[in-house]
């Protein structure tokens, strides 16, 4: 190979390696002079061009890229990933630029916290849950617990005009299922003051007359007045540790029309003993003899068990038992019974000794959120009544009625407050007294 040869080689080899090194000397009589490139001059962090390439999306778990742009600043060993809320690049760089001064000027800490959220309110709590939340706390019996929220259920359901089907009166049905839940999800802040009162005035103003109207206001003020028990301030205090109340509370306000219904009977109490004597059978006859002579409410004759009747002293002992809580610590009493009941309850107790309950029925169920009466009794005992002229809506309460407005004649009102076990004197003189005007007679002499 010669020299020349060898040389135009090497001048090539060079050229492909980026150098020249004097050889095109020896080639070309004129020097080649190397292009100078034009130093680039980089973009001032202040300008939105020097953010454009540095905006970017992030990439997810998945692998998948997010659509918005992503700014990153580290500062003092802190990393952080700003979204910038754009795809557009130029709008992002803008955010990126502005976002990098004001890290400068306040801190990327600062920066972070402007940026995060403020924090949301507490969602207010729900129907349900409000009521789930005074189960555990209330110390209400569970079945006057259960009037209760059924009483919130009613009104709830009124004001957010949730009807629901025929089924839903059927407890445990699907279609009380269904029902319930929609009710319990409603906010208990739609339940205002303003929204009660509306539904109380629908209520009344849509019956069909003056009668029908005093009858539909009775029942909305027995609602309100039940479902307003569980806004009581004991409640209240316990249920604000953990529930988040509304600033105002669906009752607060509200007043409701008296739901006490003065007693009126037509019928002789003496007459129907008489009666009773005559026509019912055993068992029978000793409820009816509970309720009228002993001032019993319903549930405390059926599931009175024959260890607190006292047959020598002639007692019955009212108190808390294995199946039995009475409504309040006053119906924790003694009830003094005459001769002749004691003496027809010792052959009930003689043709039964072995008998826990003096009621015959089915063996007792622990206490629920629903009555659940276990004596045969009530049944016959109900029809009897109608068939003698007992016309009210709860006839064998009416027996109860009767025995205080009894004692009340004979021994006064505090006499009648103590034998039905009432909490004060306004409750027996209200409804459970019978008393008529006194008669005038002007020509008496």
Same mark, same amino acid.
Request: glycine residues 4%; aromatic residues 6%.
């Given at each position: 190979?010669?020299?020349?040869?060898?040389?135009?080689?090497?001048?090539?080899?060079?050229?492909?390696?980026?150098?020249?090194?004097?050889?095109?000397?020896?080639?070309?009589?004129?020097?080649?002079?190397?292009?100078?490139?034009?130093?680039?001059?980089?973009?001032?962090?202040?300008?939105?061009?020097?953010?454009?390439?540095?905006?970017?999306?992030?990439?997810?778990?998945?692998?998948?890229?997010?659509?918005?742009?992503?700014?990153?600043?580290?500062?003092?060993?802190?990393?952080?990933?700003?979204?910038?809320?754009?795809?557009?690049?130029?709008?992002?760089?803008?955010?990126?630029?502005?976002?990098?001064?004001?890290?400068?000027?306040?801190?990327?800490?600062?920066?972070?916290?402007?940026?995060?959220?403020?924090?949301?309110?507490?969602?207010?709590?729900?129907?349900?849950?409000?009521?789930?939340?005074?189960?555990?706390?209330?110390?209400?019996?569970?079945?006057?617990?259960?009037?209760?929220?059924?009483?919130?259920?009613?009104?709830?359901?009124?004001?957010?005009?949730?009807?629901?089907?025929?089924?839903?009166?059927?407890?445990?049905?699907?279609?009380?299922?269904?029902?319930?839940?929609?009710?319990?999800?409603?906010?208990?802040?739609?339940?205002?003051?303003?929204?009660?009162?509306?539904?109380?005035?629908?209520?009344?103003?849509?019956?069909?007359?003056?009668?029908?109207?005093?009858?539909?206001?009775?029942?909305?003020?027995?609602?309100?007045?039940?479902?307003?028990?569980?806004?009581?301030?004991?409640?209240?205090?316990?249920?604000?540790?953990?529930?988040?109340?509304?600033?105002?509370?669906?009752?607060?306000?509200? =007043?409701?029309?008296?739901?006490?219904?003065?007693?009126?009977?037509?019928?002789?109490?003496?007459?129907?003993?008489?009666?009773?004597?005559? =026509?019912?059978?055993?068992?029978?006859?000793?409820?009816?003899?509970?309720?009228?002579?002993?001032?019993?409410?319903?549930?405390?004759?059926?599931?009175?068990?024959?260890?607190?009747?006292?047959?020598?002293?002639?007692?019955?002992?009212?108190?808390?038992?294995?199946?039995?809580?009475?409504?309040?610590?006053?119906?924790?009493?003694?009830?003094?019974?005459?001769?002749?009941?004691?003496?027809?309850?010792?052959?009930?107790?003689?043709?039964?000794?072995?008998?826990?309950?003096?009621?015959?029925?089915?063996?007792?169920?622990?206490?629920?959120?629903?009555?659940?009466?276990?004596?045969?009794?009530?049944?016959?005992?109900?029809?009897?009544?109608?068939?003698?002229?007992?016309?009210?809506?709860?006839?064998?309460?009416?027996?109860?009625?009767?025995?205080?407005?009894?004692?009340?004649?004979?021994?006064?009102?505090?006499?009648?407050?103590?034998?039905?076990?009432?909490?004060?004197?306004?409750?027996?003189?209200?409804?459970?007294?019978?008393?008529?005007?006194?008669?005038?007679?002007?020509?008496?002499?």
């Amino acid at each position: 190979m010669s020299a020349n040869t060898y040389e135009a080689a090497k001048t090539v080899e060079n050229q492909k390696k980026g150098t020249l090194r004097g050889h095109l000397a020896q080639l070309s009589p004129f020097p080649v002079i190397a292009e100078k490139r034009e130093k680039t001059t980089r973009a001032a962090k202040s300008s939105v061009d020097y953010w454009k390439p540095r905006v970017r999306p992030r990439t997810l778990k998945d692998g998948a890229q997010t659509p918005e742009l992503y700014l990153r600043l580290k500062q003092a060993g802190r990393d952080a990933w700003i979204c910038l809320d754009t795809a557009n690049r130029a709008s992002a760089a803008a955010k990126a630029r502005d976002y990098w001064q004001s890290v400068q000027v306040k801190g990327l800490d600062a920066v972070l916290a402007e940026r995060r959220p403020a924090a949301r309110p507490a969602r207010v709590c729900t129907v349900g849950e409000y009521i789930a939340a005074a189960r555990t706390v209330s110390t209400t019996r569970p079945r006057t617990f259960g009037q209760y929220e059924a009483a919130l259920r009613r009104v709830a359901a009124g004001i957010a005009k949730i009807e629901g089907n025929v089924g839903r009166f059927a407890a445990g049905s699907q279609a009380n299922t269904a029902w319930r839940a929609e009710i319990d999800a409603i906010r208990l802040d739609k339940l205002t003051p303003s929204a009660v009162k509306a539904w109380q005035k629908t209520q009344i103003d849509t019956a069909s007359d003056d009668v029908a109207k005093a009858a539909r206001a009775h029942s909305v003020a027995s609602h309100v007045r039940n479902a307003r028990a569980l806004f009581s301030e004991d409640l209240l205090a316990e249920l604000r540790k953990s529930l988040t109340l509304p600033a105002e509370l669906p009752f607060e306000g509200v =007043s409701v029309a008296s739901t006490t219904r003065r007693f009126e009977s037509t019928l002789d109490p003496r007459t129907l003993y008489a009666a009773a004597q005559e =026509s019912l059978d055993a068992d029978t006859r000793a409820a009816f003899l509970l309720l009228l002579v002993g001032g019993l409410r319903r549930g405390e004759a059926d599931l009175l068990p024959w260890a607190n009747v006292d047959l020598t002293a002639g007692t019955v002992c009212i108190e808390t038992t294995k199946w039995f809580t009475p409504k309040s610590r006053e119906s924790t009493r003694t009830v003094p019974l005459p001769a002749d009941v004691v003496q027809f309850l010792a052959k009930c107790r003689a043709a039964a000794p072995d008998a826990e309950f003096v009621l015959k029925g089915t063996p007792p169920r622990p206490a629920g959120r629903s009555y659940q009466y276990r004596a045969k009794a009530w049944e016959p005992l109900t029809a009897w009544l109608r068939a003698q002229g007992v016309k009210t809506l709860t006839p064998l309460h009416s027996l109860r009625k009767m025995s205080g407005s009894l004692i009340y004649a004979t021994a006064g009102i505090e006499a009648a407050r103590r034998h039905l076990g009432h909490r004060d004197i306004s409750t027996t003189a209200a409804s459970y007294l019978q008393s008529r005007a006194a008669t005038v007679d002007l020509t008496a002499k």
